[in-house]
């Protein structure tokens, strides 16, 4: 699940997963993600995101262990570039 709103020129990102291991001996719970972000407009492509994770450890360094964590940072995502007018009509570089 992805959603995604721009308000006023800030985005803002919310996404959730939940995944549950097929065939697994012993069997275990599914895994429940979910990752909030926010890119200001004055942040030039910068944000933060906060994300949390219950359940079996994704990166396998506590294989059976049950782990619930919050993890924070920043993210950068490049927007759509600026559009440059030439008088041929091709792109810059493009002759």
Do not use: C
């Amino acid at each position: 699940m992805v959603g995604e709103r721009a308000v006023n020129g800030n985005r803002f990102r919310l996404e959730g997963a939940y995944s549950h291991p097929f065939g697994e001996t012993p069997a275990q719970r599914g895994t429940l993600s979910v990752e909030a972000a926010a890119n200001p407009r004055w942040a030039s492509g910068f944000g933060v995101f906060a994300r949390y994770v219950r359940g079996q450890d994704y990166y396998n360094i506590l294989f059976l262990e049950h782990i619930s964590l919050w993890q924070f940072g920043l993210v950068f995502e490049l927007n759509p570039g600026a559009r440059l007018k030439t008088d041929s009509g091709k792109p810059p570089g493009f002759q």
